[in-house]
């Protein structure tokens, strides 16, 4: 299974998505895939996030993440060989975050 390619791209405030992401990316190195695991840029505010103890453990635990590049990112997986692409995000007031 070498040649599969899976990209798990999520966004997590607080930990919850990222224990998904990085669960499915696990699952497929298991599985002989080869995977890239990113993360959505934050766009919150810095005071926002700081408010909030979890967010700002879980950004702080996280930082060494890279962050997904929009088409760049899945053009370096090789899109056109990709068999999986996962995305996650959060909800906030029932929205996707």
């Known amino acids: 299974m070498n040649d599969v390619k899976v990209a798990v791209i999520y966004y997590s405030a607080t930990g919850g998505v990222f224990a998904l992401a990085e669960a499915a990316a696990k699952a497929a ?3 002989g895939a080869q995977v890239r695991l990113r993360k959505v840029r ?3 505010p810095a ?4 408010s909030n103890e979890s967010w700002g453990a879980h950004a702080a635990a996280t930082q060494k993440i ?3 590049t929009g ?4 053009a370096a997986v090789g899109f ?6 996962t995305i ?3 909800l906030r007031k029932g929205l996707a975050a």
């Open 42 to 44: 934050e766009l919150a």
């Open 47 to 50: 005071e926002a996030i700081a």
């Open 71 to 74: 088409d760049t990112e899945l």
């Open 66 to 68: 890279a962050e997904a």
């Open 80 to 85: 056109q060989a990709t068999r999986a692409v």
């Open 29 to 31: 190195e298991v599985a």
């Open 88 to 90: 996650g995000t959060a």
